[in-house]
């Protein structure tokens, strides 16, 4: 008789940790405990207090070394395996927290590249999302889409489509002709909040920087500043890529509780992708519109990057002549200016170079410098830390000059020439006029 039966309640257990397997990653267990009886000693391990633990395994789950597991007490396990003989079944307990927490996440489907364009010419970083991006929403099943905000900017959508997207999502009105934060925030959280995208892109210049964090405050989710690589877990999970620590470590970080996902990626980072002539998608219009009242601020005018008389916009060049410590002094940088000039080139520098004075904030490639990819990448006393070669060792053509043969800039080289770059430098300029003359 059934009613006979007493009811068997199955053991939770409490969780428990495993002697020398933390490697006190920062207290993930502590945070995911829902009853809060997890406390940290101070060498980052965990301590938990089993008379309050409910045995529901979150801090298990989420501990990347597996340092914990559940603990049963003879008595317990003697019902586990009563229970297994009678085969009772005992349903498995659904988490309403992690149920309604994938819902949630369901409502989001989409990778949006935000296209960045200043009086209507777009920034090539862009496209080079949309490449990106592209490989993301294969991935994930889903479409590849286009923001492009501002005034009389249809054609951005057509050119968004040549370069991958299939969708564009377009708001075109005259408070959108300047980019200001406050008009192009309420625009983009209008359209996140009315078509829920999964994944955002945007471009880690000024504009996007700016408004890719306003906007990931205001939505309340999680950004990446700066990735190097993107790409999907197993969960749909996007998995950002971005160095940290002062670039001596590369870290992966996920936002797997929010949407929709937000990165910034440096121009030249990404490859750029190809362009499909003639290819076509569907433009969403949508007539949400910023009240010109509401934006506080106006702009006067626009001074473009290049008009001065010394500015050079490294990130574009197809060559590049860097001069690192090893250049000794301002007046030897006219040495490596006279063989960027015979490629038609120009001249970069380290961040060693930049702080001691021997050339402009402008010119400097790395992790605080700018990113770039040139066909040719000539590096002359430069010893190659990573926050140099972060920024150059995607170039197409890698050739380093310095005396120190055990130098890390030679394991990204394609040729290396160890010597005196006073040397060199000027041996090779001579050859390339040579040559020319011959031509
Ligand atoms: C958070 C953070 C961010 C950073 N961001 C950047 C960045 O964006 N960009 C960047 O470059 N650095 C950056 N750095 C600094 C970086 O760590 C290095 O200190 C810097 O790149 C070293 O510059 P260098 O190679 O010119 O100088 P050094 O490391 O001093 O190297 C000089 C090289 O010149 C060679 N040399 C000397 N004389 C000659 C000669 N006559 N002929 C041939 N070779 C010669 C030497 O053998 C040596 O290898 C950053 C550091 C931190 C902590
Ligand atoms: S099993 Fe659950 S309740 Fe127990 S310590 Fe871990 S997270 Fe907290
Ligand atoms: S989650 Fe794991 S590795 Fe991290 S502190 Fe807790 S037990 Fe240690």
Same mark, same amino acid.
């Given at each position: ?145 286009? %923001? #492009?905000?501002? *005034?009389? &900017?249809?054609?951005?959508?057509? /050119?968004?489509?040549?370069? +991958?997207?299939? =969708? ?120 949400? %519109? #910023?009240?010109? *009242?509401? &934006?506080?601020?106006?702009?006067? /005018?626009?001074?473009?990057? +290049?008009?001065? =008389? ?130």
């Amino acid at each position: 008789m059934s009613e006979l039966t007493p009811k068997i309640k199955k053991p939770r257990g409490v969780a428990r940790l495993l002697d020398g397997k933390c490697i006190a990653c920062g207290a993930r267990c502590q945070s995911s405990c829902p009853v809060n009886c997890i406390e940290m000693t101070e060498t980052g391990e965990p301590i938990v207090e089993t008379v309050k633990c409910i045995g529901c395994q979150k801090c298990i789950k989420i501990c990347p070394s597996d340092a914990l597991e559940m603990f049963f007490t003879a008595e317990e396990q003697q019902i586990l395996a009563d229970l297994a003989a009678l085969a009772v079944p005992v349903p498995e307990e659904v988490d309403p927290e992690a149920t309604a927490l994938a819902k949630k996440l369901a409502e989001y489907r989409g990778v949006w590249v935000f296209i960045e364009q200043t009086e209507g010419e777009p920034a090539r970083v862009s496209w080079e999302l949309l490449g990106v991006g592209a490989g993301l929403a294969a991935t994930l099943g889903v479409e590849l889409c286009a %923001i #492009v905000i501002g *005034e009389k &900017v249809e054609h951005l959508c057509h /050119e968004a489509f040549a370069y +991958g997207a299939t =969708k564009a999502y377009l708001m075109d009105a005259p408070v959108y002709y300047h980019y200001r934060t406050e008009a192009y925030v309420e625009a983009c959280c209008h359209l996140i909040d009315t078509y829920k995208p999964e994944v955002i892109l945007m471009g880690a210049t000024g504009m996007g920087r700016d408004l890719a964090g306003a906007i990931a405050t205001r939505v309340g989710t999680g950004l990446t500043a700066d990735c190097t690589g993107l790409s999907i877990d197993d969960k749909r999970n996007l998995m950002q890529t971005r160095p940290a620590f002062g670039g001596n470590i590369m870290a992966t970080i996920m936002c797997d509780k929010y949407r929709p996902q937000m990165s910034t990626v440096r121009p030249n980072v990404m490859p750029m992708t190809d362009r499909r002539e003639g290819a076509v998608g569907t433009i969403i219009r949508d007539p949400f %519109i #910023v009240a010109e *009242e509401s &934006v506080l601020t106006k702009v006067i /005018e626009i001074i473009r990057d +290049g008009h001065g =008389k010394s500015a050079v916009d490294i990130t574009g060049a197809e060559f590049i002549v860097s001069g690192g410590r090893g250049m000794m002094g301002p007046e030897n940088f006219a040495m490596l200016k006279e063989l960027a000039d015979e490629l038609g080139g120009v001249v970069g520098a380290s961040r060693s170079a930049v702080d001691s004075g021997w050339m402009p904030g402008d010119r400097q490639v790395g992790q605080t410098g700018k990113t770039v990819r040139p066909k040719i990448y000539i590096a002359c006393g430069i010893s190659g830390a990573i926050q140099h070669l972060v920024g150059m060792q995607d170039s197409d053509m890698v050739i380093a000059i310095n005396r120190d043969s055990s130098a890390p800039i030679f394991e990204v080289a394609t040729y290396g020439i160890v010597g005196d770059l006073f040397q060199i430098v000027p041996a090779i300029t001579s050859k390339i006029r040579e040559m020319k003359q011959h031509n």
